[in-house]
């Protein structure tokens, strides 16, 4: 190698190592801690198991009823039993809105009824005092703007419960453990530099972190492989029958960098293309259209309220229920701890859709012949669940295009699962094949492919602390008054 050139990969790898170090360290330790404790969140399973029992006699007015107390326009309704009684609950384009069931008025929010709220979803616990929060470290995503300011409530319980009510609906939208949030200082948090300063509502200095940190740690994991490799003698050994010429942490260093430096970098490049930097390895969307394509009629709030009494009757035990629309007509989807039931506009069980009727309703949306249509019964490699388990059965709609773009939808509603083309194939690969080591035979074998990713994780780990620590000395040395620092003194 020429000595000019590694001179500049010494300079390279030693300084920029030395500023990025600690960032580099820090994401294979928050990534370790992903791997076992994701961030914070209310699923709609926990959601549900708290709510109470729906009765269908306390309804007194419709959905269409209780929608001209909540101006806007409204894409979804919802009806759930909280505090205070029966509630629709509208999603639109602003905040959310919630009107009762029993009244057809609109909720007004009060310190009563979110603490009423709070001690429904936590029953028997202690309630601290209501703390107004725009935002905080755990309610930063976007999710929760139609509900902010939240309404923050300490619980005084064994797990050091925190409940968010939302100031517009009075429902409880998120809960968070001392564990969690523990935890998630040392995952989610500084792996994806989920601080609150950098997620509020312009993101603009959190985006160019995530867009010029990475290429900093990759040209320096580069830099070292390219030394490692230099410096590397199988052959002709070095004394003692060494493969290396450094002692102590170098050694280290240099050992482990041979080991790992590739899956590093692999992991770093993988990472950065998930944000999509310069808009490479973009995924596509649906078509334009396709939702409202398969809905077949714009949303609009049920006026029958005989019939959503006799569809609550025909699913007894629903703790919340949600309408939603295919091929032009409305249904309602009726949850409980046990599982959902789907009913029809004439409060009969909704039968499977087939897929053959899903087939023409993708070629008519893509503009494409259909090349299969089956009902699959098992996850495959594009479809399949990580935290959760893959939807099954599903609907797999595969089109005669040169991307052979397949769709997955959920027959019993008709709900897009995923959309996949080339480019969500390349992301696919690129991103959960080397970022998350999840490729044919580990994706099926889940205590396998965490225990590995646990070892790479320790171990890229100590690459990043040996080059730490390293990086101090080298600060703490003092520098010498004559001559340069010899390449082999890294």
């Known amino acids: 190698m020429n000595a000019r050139l590694l001179r500049v990969l010494h300079l390279t790898h030693r300084w920029l190592g030395t500023a990025s170090g600690v960032l580099i360290l820090a994401w294979f330790v928050s990534g370790l801690v992903m791997l076992y404790v994701p961030f914070p969140k209310l699923d709609t399973d926990e959601r549900v198991s708290r709510q109470a029992a729906l009765q269908p ?3 007194a007015v419709s959905p269409a009823q209780a929608a001209a107390a909540c101006p806007g326009k409204l894409r979804g309704a919802r009806l759930a039993r909280g505090a205070g009684g029966p509630g629709y609950h509208f999603c639109g384009a602003g905040a959310a809105r919630r009107a009762w069931a029993d009244t057809g008025e609109a909720v007004i929010v009060t310190p009563e009824l979110a603490l009423a709220s709070a001690q429904a979803f936590m029953p028997g616990a202690k309630l601290g005092t209501i703390e107004p929060t725009l935002r905080d470290q755990w309610t930063i995503y976007s999710t929760y703007r139609p509900h902010r300011p939240l309404l923050r409530i300490p619980v005084d319980d064994a797990a050091g419960s925190v409940v968010y009510v939302s100031s517009r609906s009075g429902e409880v939208v998120a809960r968070t453990t001392r564990f969690e949030r523990g935890w998630s200082w040392l995952g989610t948090v500084p792996h994806w530099l989920y601080f609150t300063p950098l997620r509020g509502d312009d993101t603009t200095l959190w985006r160019q972190l995530v867009l010029w940190l990475p290429p900093l740690a990759l040209l320096t ?3 070292g492989l390219a030394l490692g490799l230099q410096r590397l003698r199988l052959r002709h050994r070095y004394p003692r029958g ?3 010429p450094y002692r102590g942490w170098k050694r280290w260093h240099h050992l482990l960098g041979l080991g790992v430096g590739s899956l590093t970098f692999t992991w770093l490049l993988s990472g950065w293309l998930s944000n999509h930097p310069f808009g490479l390895l973009e995924f596509s969307g649906l078509p334009k259209g396709a939702a409202q394509r ?4 714009a949303f ?9 009494k ?3 009757a025909a699913a007894p035990g629903g703790r919340e229920a949600e309408w939603y629309r295919f091929g032009g007509r409305h249904y309602l989807e009726v949850r409980s701890p046990d599982g959902s039931q789907r009913l029809d506009d004439q409060a009969r069980l909704a039968p499977p859709i087939p897929p053959e009727t899903l087939a023409s309703m993708i070629a008519a949306i893509e503009g494409q012949p259909v090349a ?6 098992e996850a495959d490699l594009y479809h399949y669940g990580r935290r959760n388990p893959a939807v099954l059965p599903a609907v797999r709609i595969r089109l005669a295009d040169p991307e052979e773009t397949t769709w997955y939808l959920d027959p019993a509603s008709g709900r897009v699962l995923g959309r996949v083309d080339a480019a969500n194939r390349l992301h696919r690969w690129v991103f959960n094949g080397l970022h998350r080591l999840d490729f044919p035979p580990l994706g099926a074998l889940p205590a396998l492919r965490e225990g590995l990713i646990t070892v790479l994780c320790l171990l890229g780990a100590a690459l990043a602390t040996s080059g730490c620590v390293m990086g101090v000395r080298r600060l703490r040395r003092r520098r010498p008054s004559q001559g340069n ?4 003194q890294v």
């Open 372 to 377: 299969q249509a089956e009902l699959i019964h």
């Open 294 to 297: 398969l809905a077949g009629i």
């Open 242 to 244: 060494q493969i290396t």
């Open 57 to 59: 006699d306390a309804l």
């Open 485 to 488: 620092a010899r390449p082999d």
């Open 310 to 312: 006799r569809q609550l």
């Open 300 to 308: 609009s709030p049920p006026e029958n309220l005989t019939l959503l």
């Open 221 to 223: 994991v580069g830099a």
